[in-house]
């Protein structure tokens, strides 16, 4: 599962309906009655949205609001029945996405909750863009100076050498085929020497990180390459 959503809910049998609409092979939902669960289970994973009904009072909603958007800038949406215009004034202010009243259409709600996650996970792709690639102390890629930083020291690369870390880095442990790296790096298909542009530029790569004992680059026979990050614990095994 590569998401997760928090669901503070007092109503057992609403949070199992939500359950229900919401998780899948990708989604995984966490359920806790307790504000002060919810506050670790923002604080130890990584969830892209919080769904919570309203509280005893609206202060206390506030508050608890106000917690979650300090732990974790994550989209809110509340379900509630009834909710004066008001009190619902106040919880915008304090940080709500959105309001859902309920009973709900599940399809409705499920829509909403997807439009709130959709928002929320391209606006954290805007924001990574162009924010360096941090490895521990090890390893750094700042995209907007093209640098790379092995453990305090700059590695000297060319511009393909450096697209093709990058390119890689940026998707760790994921297998790029020749044809894709050629077409990231060089903007264009592959060519009758495109395997062998793509080798000899992944060669000198990986001789200059192997000066400094890295090996993050493996072979993949026959298909292409993967960055594999310093923590990872296939760092020990060899290409």
Known sequence: MSRKILVMYSDLNLCKEIRLALQDNRTEVICTMSEMNAISVLAESDCCMVIMGLLPSTDEA??????????K????????????ASDKILLYQAGVSAFLKNPF???VFTAQANSLILLYEETQAENREDQPLVFGTELMIDPIYRQVIIEGEPLDL????????LCLAEHQCQVWSYTQLYRHAWNDTLGLNGDNTVKTHIGNLK????????????NSRGIGYKFVPPDCKEKSRKS
């Open 105 to 107: 259409h599940t399809e």
């Open 62 to 71: 506030i508050a608890i609001i106000r917690h979650i958007r300090s732990a």
């Open 158 to 165: 060319t511009r393909k050498e450096y697209e093709l870390l």
């Open 73 to 84: 800038a994550v989209p809110i949406l509340m379900v509630a029945k009834d909710i004066e």
């Open 207 to 218: 001789k200059k990180l192997a000066k400094y004992g890295k090996n993050y680059i493996r």
